[in-house]
């Protein structure tokens, strides 16, 4: 999977960021078994883990059971220190250029990530 890493620590922190932020850029995601949303979404609600958001091309609801699902995203335009269009990947468990170095083996979404294939 290609994509600059980012802890899933810091993209809950990003998350909130974007909530609590209206003129905030817009994401679009990958989730885990997915292929890339069609078009940029606004974050609406924050329920625990649960996401809601409205894609702004067609107005669809996109409700996300668990934020960390998602395992790539992007964002319409520059956030706090992250780029435009670039897709950023979701890690557990591995080191990320905004861990330092921490990581987590037990992880289960990481064995889920790097399950083989039949």
Same mark, same amino acid.
């Given at each position: 999977?290609?994509?600059?890493?980012?802890?899933?620590?810091?993209?809950?922190?990003?998350?909130?960021?974007?909530?609590?932020?209206?003129?905030?850029?817009?994401?679009?995601?990958?989730?885990?078994?997915?292929?890339?949303?069609?078009?940029?979404?606004?974050?609406?609600?924050?329920?625990?883990?649960?996401?809601?958001?409205?894609?702004?091309?067609?107005?669809?609801?996109?409700?996300?059971?668990?934020?960390? !699902?998602? *395992?790539? &995203?992007?964002?319409?335009? =520059?956030?706090?220190?992250? +780029?435009?269009?670039?897709? !950023?990947? *979701?890690? &557990?468990?591995?080191?990320? =250029?905004?861990?330092?170095? +921490?990581?987590?083996?037990?992880?289960?979404?990481?064995?889920?990530?790097?399950?083989?294939?039949?």
């Amino acid at each position: 999977m290609i994509g600059i890493p980012i802890s899933v620590k810091r993209l809950n922190g990003l998350l909130f960021a974007l909530k609590g932020d209206q003129s905030a850029a817009l994401l679009r995601v990958r989730l885990l078994s997915k292929t890339w949303g069609l078009g940029f979404c606004k974050l609406i609600e924050i329920r625990g883990k649960k996401l809601i958001l409205v894609d702004q091309t067609n107005n669809n609801v996109l409700t996300i059971d668990n934020f960390e !699902y998602i *395992v790539q &995203f992007e964002l319409s335009k =520059a956030y706090l220190d992250l +780029e435009p269009y670039v897709h !950023y990947k *979701v890690v &557990f468990g591995e080191r990320s =250029a905004d861990t330092e170095g +921490e990581t987590n083996p037990s992880d289960d979404r990481e064995m889920i990530l790097h399950r083989p294939s039949k």
